[in-house]
Antibody, heavy 120, light 110 residues
């Protein structure tokens, strides 16, 4: 079945780095944009980034531009989010999401989320 | 402060109808598609409506979406207690070159 499984969430100190990974299965990975969305505790959804099916196009939210980097490995059906210079406000559940067309036309498959906590 | 504006909460009785509004601008809702997501307590969000008014397979026709100008609306009829959740609208913002969400609306079925 179609599935996204995130991993890599952890407790990290402010200023530290972390790499999140998402393993995709059950669909033709290269046919889809892939996005990262996060949700801080008790807060709403925040779009962070997406990459096109080929990986040639990437967009970022201003809040993470220059600190986070999205990448995908189409040979391994995986997408990653490299995060650096982490701040307390980056504490959140991070979701890997499939986006058939990009541009938030409709993100139709969500992972279960992985938790990142930034604290000293 | 979210780019898209939703009411923080709405409520209605079982069996009734409720609408949730999502207000934006020409750079997002006005010129791009709107999608809606349902987040039940403790779970990941789920796609309810895509491309303004289309329902994915498996989403009952009690859920509907519409868009007019720079606003969008999610409608839910025949409310059930299982519909109690947070609902989010989302759209692409062409000026920001980024995705944007509303702050979310908590639906209570009294």
């Amino acid at each position: 079945q179609v599935q996204l499984v995130e991993s890599g969430g952890d407790l990290v100190k402010p200023g530290g780095s972390l790499r999140l990974s998402c393993a995709a299965s059950g669909f033709t990975f290269t046919d889809y944009y892939m996005s990262w969305i996060r949700q801080a505790p008790g807060k709403g959804l925040e779009w962070l980034s997406y990459t096109s099916g080929s990986g040639s196009a990437m967009f970022y939210a201003d809040s993470v531009k220059g600190r986070f980097t999205i990448s995908r490995d189409n040979a391994k059906n995986s997408v990653s989010l490299q995060m650096k210079s982490l701040r307390a406000e980056d504490t959140a559940v991070y979701y890997c999401v499939r986006d058939p067309v990009g541009y938030l036309y409709g993100m139709d498959v969500w992972g279960q989320g992985t938790t990142v906590t930034v604290s000293s | 402060q979210s780019v898209l504006t939703q009411p923080p909460s709405v409520s209605a009785a079982p069996g009734q109808k409720v609408t949730i509004s999502c207000s934006g601008s020409n750079s997002n809702i006005g010129n791009n598609y709107v999608s809606w997501y349902q987040q039940l307590p403790g779970t990941a969000p789920k796609l309810l409506i895509y491309e303004n008014n289309k329902r994915p397979s498996g989403i009952p026709d009690r859920f509907s979406g519409s868009k007019s100008g720079t606003s969008a609306t999610l409608g839910i009829t025949g409310l059930q207690t299982g519909d109690e959740a947070d609902y989010y609208c989302g759209a692409w913002d062409s000026s920001l070159s980024a995705g944007v969400f509303g702050g979310g609306t908590k639906l209570t079925v009294l």
